[in-house]
C-alpha cells in the first residue's frame, strides 16, 4: 500500500496529498461493483420468504439468470483477490518490500491499534483527546481482514456449491450443508458490515457526510491529512517526504465518476440493509 | 329396452289390480275410466296452453312421442297419478307432484339417502334438486343419448343449472360454492369438455348420480377415506401405488391424517402435474404435516428457490416419490440408503455415495443429527452477533461525538469534491 510518489516530484501549489495507487483504486471499484452484484442476487435465496425477494429474482430474469450474474461477479471478485494477494506476494519477495509486514504501512495488527482503538473509544466518550492516527487506522484494519476473511470463506464455500459433484470426490456431502449456512451468515454478515459499518466509517459519519471521494481519486486534501492523520504527516514531514505525495485535485470526471458510482453504491446498500432488517424485524 | 317392456308390464299390472278392486267392490259406482293420454294431450297439447296465472302447461305431443316414457307407452297418469280419478275439466291447479318411484322405486330411494332429498326435507330448501331437475320432465330420454341431460357430456351443464349459478348457490346456502366453474379449468373438465373424452370423469362419476352424499358421510364415494377408491376407479396404476404407500396404508387403517388424493390434487380444480404453479403449492400441503421437514428444507437451496418461485429444483416428491411414498427405512424408498445415489443422480449425474451424504433436511439446531453443522452455526451466530454489537457500539458512539465535533465547527474544511479543483 506505499503510495507511490506522482511522476515529476515537484508539484507546485499543491491541494492534496497522496494515498491511493490506480491499481488500488481500480480493484476496489470491481470489488464494489461485484459486491452489489453478489448480494443483490444471492440474497434474494437468503430471505426467499420475502416478497421483495421474489421480485429481485425476477428483476434478474428468474432464479437461473440471477445465478449466472451470482457466479460472474463471483469470477470477478476471486480476480480482484487474486491479483491483490499476488500484488502483496511480489512486493514482499520481488520488492522485498518488508514494510507491509510491520509498521505504519502494515495492514498487520500492531500493538498501537490496540491503544489507539481504547483511545479513540475513550475519545467518543469524552474521556481523552483523539488518538493521533497514522496512515492505517484500527478501523480500516478491521476492514480489510473482514473482507480478507469473507472472501475467503464465502468464495470457498461457494466453489464447493458451484461444483459440487467434483468437490464431493475430496469432501463428504454433509460439508455441502456447512458450506450453505457458511455461505449465507458471511454473506449477512459481510453485507450488513460494509453497507453499515463500512459506509458509516468512510462516508456517512459527520466528517466524511456524504462521502469521501479518497478511494476515487486517490488522494486527500491538505487539511484532511493534517487533523485525520497526524502521526503519518508528522512522520513524513520530518523525514521530508511530504512533497512526494503532494497532488493537485484529480481530474473533474473522476470525481463526478466517484460520486456517481459511490453514491449508486450507498444508496443501494443501504436499501438492501432495510429490505433485511425488514425481514429480520417482521 | 327391457326398462321399456318392464314399465309396460308394471302399468297392466296396475291396471289389471284397479280393475280387479272395482270388480270386488260392486256396490260402489263403477270407478271412471282414467283419462288417456289423448284427453291429456286436447289440452296440454295446445303451445298457448297456460294456468290462470299464465304459466305455460303445455306439453309438445311430439316431444313426449320421442320421450323414452312416450315411447313405451306410459300414460299421463302413470305419473301424475292423482288425476286417474278425474272426471271434471278442467281439473284443479294444485297437482301432487309426479310420481317417479312407482317405476323407479330404486332411484328414488337411493336419491331419498341423497343430499339433496335430505337438504329438502331438512331446511325445506326447496332450491335443492328434484327428479325432474336433472332429468327433465315430459322429454326424457335414456342417459346414453347425446341429447339427454343426464349424458356424461352433457352433465356438467346439468348440475351447473344449480352449482355454477350464483344465485342459486347463495339461496340454497351451498357450502362449497361454484365447483362447475373451478372444474371447467381443471384436467378433467378440459378432457370432458374440450377434448370430447367419453373417459373423462363428469360429476356423477366420483359423487354417484342418485345417491350423492355429503362428503361427511362414511357412505359417501367422497368421504375422506373413501376417495383413494374413487379415484383409483379410474387410475387404477396410481391407485395400486398409493394404497402400498405410507399415506395408503395409513389411510386403509381409517387414519383422518394421511393424505388422499385430494389433498394435494384438490377436488374440482384438479390440475397437471408438470405445471410449475402446483409442484410449488403442493410442497405447502405437505408440509402442513410435514412442518419441520419443510422448515429444514427451505434452508436449502431447493427450498430457497422454489420459495422464490421455480419448479426447476428438486421439491418433495422429486426425492420421495409422489404417490408410492414410504418411509426412509423401507428399502423400496427413493431415499433408502440403497437408492438415495440413484434419486440425486436424477439431477446430479455425477453423485456419488459421498455425494448423497448431504443431508436435504440438515437441521444446524439439532446436535445429534448435524453435530458439525451445530457447531459451525452457533460459531457464525457468535461472529456476527460479537462484530455488530461491537460495531454496532462503536458506530453509536462515534456518531454522537463527531455531531457533537461538527456542531461545534472544531473541523476545516473536509468535504473534497470537483469544486477544490478552482476553489481552494
Known amino acids: ?282 | 329396452m327391457t326398462r321399456v317392456l318392464l314399465t309396460c308390464c308394471r302399468v297392466l299390472l296396475a291396471l289389471a289390480a284397479t280393475a280387479s278392486i272395482a270388480g270386488a267392490a260392486p256396490q260402489k259406482a263403477a270407478a271412471p275410466k282414467p283419462p288417456a293420454n289423448d284427453d291429456c294431450l286436447a289440452c296440454h297439447g295446445d303451445a298457448g296452453a297456460v294456468r290462470a296465472d299464465g304459466r305455460p302447461v303445455a306439453v309438445a305431443p311430439e316431444t313426449f312421442a320421442a320421450s323414452i316414457h312416450g315411447m313405451g307407452g306410459v300414460a299421463c297418469v302413470d305419473c301424475h297419478a292423482d288425476l286417474a280419478t278425474l272426471t271434471e275439466y278442467p281439473h284443479a291447479e294444485k297437482l301432487q307432484p309426479a310420481q317417479c318411484s312407482t317405476c323407479h322405486d330404486k332411484a328414488v330411494a337411493a336419491y331419498d339417502t341423497g343430499v339433496h332429498a335430505q337438504a329438502r326435507r331438512a331446511g325445506g330448501n326447496l332450491v335443492a334438486a328434484t327428479c325432474a331437475d336433472c332429468h327433465g320432465s315430459h322429454d326424457i330420454v335414456p342417459s346414453s343419448e347425446p341429447a339427454s341431460r343426464t349424458h356424461h357430456a352433457r352433465l356438467l351443464d346439468t348440475c351447473g343449472r344449480c352449482h355454477g349459478n350464483e344465485e342459486v348457490i347463495k339461496r340454497g346456502k351451498i357450502a362449497i360454492g361454484n365447483v362447475v366453474d373451478l372444474f371447467r379449468d381443471s384436467i378433467h373438465g378440459k378432457a370432458l369438455i374440450k377434448s370430447g373424452l367419453s373417459v373423462a370423469p363428469a360429476c356423477n362419476d366420483c359423487h354417484g348420480s342418485h345417491d350423492i352424499r355429503r362428503k361427511t358421510d362414511p357412505q359417501s364415494k367422497i368421504f375422506r377415506n373413501t376417495i383413494p377408491g374413487t379415484c383409483s376407479g379410474c387410475h387404477e396404476g396410481i391407485g395400486r401405488d398409493y394404497w402400498e404407500s405410507v399415506h395408503g396404508t395409513q389411510v386403509a387403517k381409517g387414519s383422518p391424517l394421511a393424505p388422499v388424493c385430494t389433498n394435494c390434487h384438490t377436488a374440482h380444480e384438479i390440475r397437471r402435474s408438470d405445471v410449475e404453479g402446483w409442484q410449488l403449492e403442493v410442497i405447502k400441503e405437505c408440509g402442513t404435516c410435514h412442518e419441520h421437514s419443510l422448515e429444514t428444507y427451505r434452508d436449502t437451496f431447493h427450498g430457497q428457490v422454489t420459495a422464490l418461485g421455480y419448479a426447476r429444483v428438486a421439491s418433495c416428491a422429486d426425492c420421495h416419490g409422489a404417490h408410492d411414498v414410504y418411509p426412509k427405512s423401507d428399502p423400496r424408498s427413493t431415499v433408502s440408503d440403497a437408492k438415495r445415489v440413484a434419486t440425486c443422480q436424477q439431477c446430479h449425474e455425477g453423485a456419488t455415495p459421498s455425494f448423497a451424504q448431504f443431508d436435504p433436511h440438515a437441521d444446524p439446531e439439532n446436535r445429534e443429527r448435524n453435530p458439525m453443522l451445530f457447531y459451525t452455526a452457533q460459531f457464525m451466530k457468535m461472529l456476527l452477533l460479537g462484530v455488530f454489537s461491537f460495531f454496532g457500539l462503536h458506530t453509536a458512539l462515534w456518531l454522537g461525538r463527531g455531531m457533537q465535533q461538527k456542531t461545534a465547527g472544531r473541523w476545516r474544511r473536509r468535504r473534497d469534491d470537483d469544486s477544490t479543483e478552482d476553489g481552494e
Open chain 1, 1 to 282: 500500500m506505499n503510495a507511490q510518489a506522482p511522476a515529476g516530484g515537484h508539484v507546485p501549489a499543491h491541494t492534496h496529498y497522496h494515498r491511493f495507487g490506480r491499481t488500488e483504486r481500480l480493484l476496489h471499484g470491481f470489488l464494489m461493483f461485484s459486491f452489489l452484484g453478489l448480494a443483490f442476487t444471492g440474497l434474494p435465496l437468503l430471505f426467499s420468504h420475502e416478497p421483495w425477494a421474489a421480485s429481485l429474482a425476477r428483476f434478474f430474469g428468474g432464479f437461473e439468470s440471477a445465478g449466472t450474474i451470482h457466479r460472474v461477479c463471483a469470477v470477478v471478485m476471486i480476480s480482484v483477490f487474486t491479483i491483490h494477494v499476488s500484488r502483496i506476494v511480489r512486493r514482499l519477495f520481488g520488492q522485498k518490500d518488508l514494510g507491509i509486514l510491520w509498521g505504519p504501512h502494515s495492514m498487520v495488527p500492531q500493538p498501537r491499534d490496540v491503544v489507539e482503538m481504547i483511545a479513540h473509544v475513550r475519545w467518543f466518550v469524552g474521556l481523552g483527546p483523539q488518538p493521533r492516527f497514522d496512515h492505517f487506522t484500527y478501523w480500516e484494519k478491521f476492514d480489510y481482514w473482514a473482507v480478507f476473511w469473507g472472501m475467503g470463506i464465502i468464495g470457498g464455500s461457494g466453489l464447493v456449491l458451484w461444483f459440487p459433484e467434483l468437490f464431493a470426490y475430496v469432501l463428504p456431502g454433509w460439508m455441502f450443508n456447512i458450506a450453505t449456512v457458511v455461505h449465507g451468515e458471511e454473506a449477512l454478515l459481510a453485507v450488513g458490515f460494509i453497507f453499515t459499518i463500512h459506509f458509516f466509517n468512510g462516508h456517512l459519519r459527520p466528517e466524511k457526510f456524504p462521502m469521501d471521494s479518497v478511494i476515487f481519486t486517490g488522494r486527500v486534501t491538505v487539511a484532511e491529512m493534517e487533523e485525520e492523520r497526524p502521526e503519518e504527516f508528522e512522520r513524513l514531514r520530518r523525514a521530508g517526504r511530504l512533497d512526494e505525495l503532494a497532488s493537485a485535485a484529480a481530474p473533474r470526471w473522476v470525481y463526478r465518476l466517484g460520486r456517481t458510482a459511490g453514491g449508486t453504491a450507498v444508496v443501494l446498500g443501504l436499501l438492501m440493509v432495510a429490505l433485511i432488517l425488514f425481514a429480520v424485524l417482521k
